[in-house]
């Protein structure tokens, strides 16, 4: 527990921390005592840190104590302005700083890299206000992650095209807020750069739901430069008057699957006649022909550019990760045959009235995430369900593919949570705090058994045995590197 936490435990009066006497720091320390005794995350070394700050920095220590940013971070509290007092000033700033460093710098490191890697700004936007009495190191370290997030995205979105599903933090106001926090020339001249690229995008998509929630994101962020903030507020005027946000429909469950074929029907009408297949390839997806014969840009087709990386980025977040490079687990026993376990794709909508049915029995050892995609052309889905099967157990499941091919993917494993890993990469956040759930211990080829597809005819039974993965007759395989065919 961070030292200020520990303090507002004992409701120590501020006030008092400059004439504290002998007999004072014996009756904090047994208050101390008795509070770990209730509150078995307080440790040894916490209580010798706190006591160790208030006898040797205590102007430092009740300068921060009155800073409402740092306060309400580190006690977990929402204090308004009214309960502060403006005792910075009054304290030298370089004092303050090596406080922090020496009692809260390690706290305040790994907060901003945690947020910065899960692309998660709320918080850390309204802490980095208080950045000035930050390390002179932490801040290097913070404008690096942001200049890095800016060069990211800039690179994805200039020609040839990267995978959009890697950037969508820039449509997230609080980046922005959290950027104008802490910007400085180097940083401005990079969101230029991106307003450029974005720009661009827009001027080949003025529809683009990428282009402008970023124009209304942008406008969190306020520039040296007057004429660049001008242009901001300008676009995002734009934006506000011609982009509608998507709002969900309540859907007629027995319609549902209509709707579903008219929705598939309209995308391949419009992926046909809005693409040149010839640029295109079943080893790599061209976002953008610029060949000398086509005289303007070709409009970007979002929805087959972001799915197929979204499918491909989530199996990869499954599977490719390192048993002993997991951190901060928390199991998750509770989860019960024919659960969705995800939050992300998978949102489980109604089967409508197919009345098709079929049984899948897990006859392993190991759990196991059965995915049901929709496959709209080539190789790329579109999800649809997930469904958890404990070992041993068997779910019967209604689908449909009247419309569409119905293709599975078997995700199988042991221990189900969510973590983290060392290199934090390809996080999937739900409800924007919790990494979403996965197995912590992979069956061996696990990553090879989710790329797989499956078509299931009728009833299936899986098994494992001798490091195979086994289907009855009913399940046909699919090679998922060919053309799905009739």
């Known amino acids: 527990m961070n030292i200020i936490a520990l303090l507002e435990s004992i409701s120590l009066d501020k006030s008092e921390i400059n004439s504290l006497t002998k007999t004072d720091f014996t009756r904090i320390k047994k208050q101390l005592v008795a509070q770990k005794e209730l509150h078995p995350e307080i440790e040894d070394a916490d209580i010798t840190k706190l006591l160790k700050a208030l006898k040797t920095n205590p102007d430092s220590f009740r300068a921060v104590l009155n800073n409402r940013i740092l306060f309400n971070f580190f006690a977990n509290k929402e204090y308004p302005r009214s309960h502060f007092t403006n005792e910075l000033a009054s304290v030298e700033i370089e004092k303050v700083t090596l406080f922090v460093q020496q009692f809260l710098g390690e706290e305040l490191k790994s907060f901003f890299i945690k947020n910065l890697e899960t ?22 370290s913070i404008k690096q992650y942001a200049l890095d997030k800016l060069d990211d995205a800039i690179s994805v979105l200039k020609p040839p095209y990267g995978n959009f599903s890697k950037v969508l933090f820039i449509k997230d106001r609080q980046f922005f807020t959290f950027l104008n926090q802490i910007k400085d020339l180097e940083i401005e001249q990079k969101v230029k750069d991106l307003f450029e690229a974005i720009t661009t995008i827009y001027n080949l998509d003025s529809n683009s739901e990428l282009a402008n929630k970023t124009f209304l994101a942008m406008n969190s962020f306020t520039a040296f430069d007057d004429d660049f903030t001008q242009k901001i507020r300008r676009n995002k005027d734009i934006a506000d008057t ?20 008219l929705f598939i029907f309209i995308r391949i009408v419009v992926f ?10 079943n080893d790599e997806v061209t976002y ?13 087709d979002r929805y087959y550019t972001n799915m197929k990386y979204a499918i491909d980025s989530f199996q ?3 599977t490719s990760y390192k048993e002993t490079d997991i951190k901060q687990l928390k199991q998750n026993s509770s989860i019960k045959t024919g659960d969705n376990p995800f939050e992300t794709f998978y949102q489980n909508p109604p089967s409508g009235d197919s009345n098709h049915y079929i049984t899948v029995t897990n006859n392993t050892i190991y759990d196991m995430v059965l995915l049901e995609n929709a496959v709209l052309y080539d190789s790329i889905k579109i999800p649809k369900s997930a469904h958890f099967i404990k070992a041993g157990d068997n779910l019967e499941i209604n689908f449909t593919s009247s419309y569409t091919e119905t293709i599975f993917n078997l995700y199988v494993g042991k221990k189900w949570g969510t973590f983290q890993t060392q290199t934090n990469k390809n996080l999937f956040i739900r409800n924007h705090s919790v990494v979403e759930y996965r197995f912590s ?8 058994i989710l790329e797989t597809d499956y078509r299931f005819l009728n009833d299936a039974v ?15 395989l699919v090679n ?3 053309r799905l065919k009739e």
Do not use: C, M
């Open 119 to 140: 692309n998660t700004f709320e918080k850390i936007g309204v802490l980095a206000e208080a950045q000035k009495y930050f390390p002179d190191h932490l801040n290097f």
């Open 242 to 261: 011609k982009f509608e946000a998507y709002i969900p429909k309540k859907r007629n469950l027995t319609w549902v699957y209509v709707v579903v074929g």
């Open 272 to 281: 046909f006649n809005s693409h040149d297949f010839n640029s295109f390839s």
């Open 288 to 300: 953008e022909d610029e060949t000398e014969h086509q005289p303007a840009p070709r409009k970007i």
């Open 316 to 318: 990869v977040f499954l």
């Open 441 to 448: 211990e992979l069956i061996p080829s696990a990553e090879e």
């Open 462 to 476: 899986i098994r494992y045995a001798n490091g195979n993965l086994k289907i009855d007759s009913q399940g046909i």
């Open 480 to 482: 998922p590197l060919e």
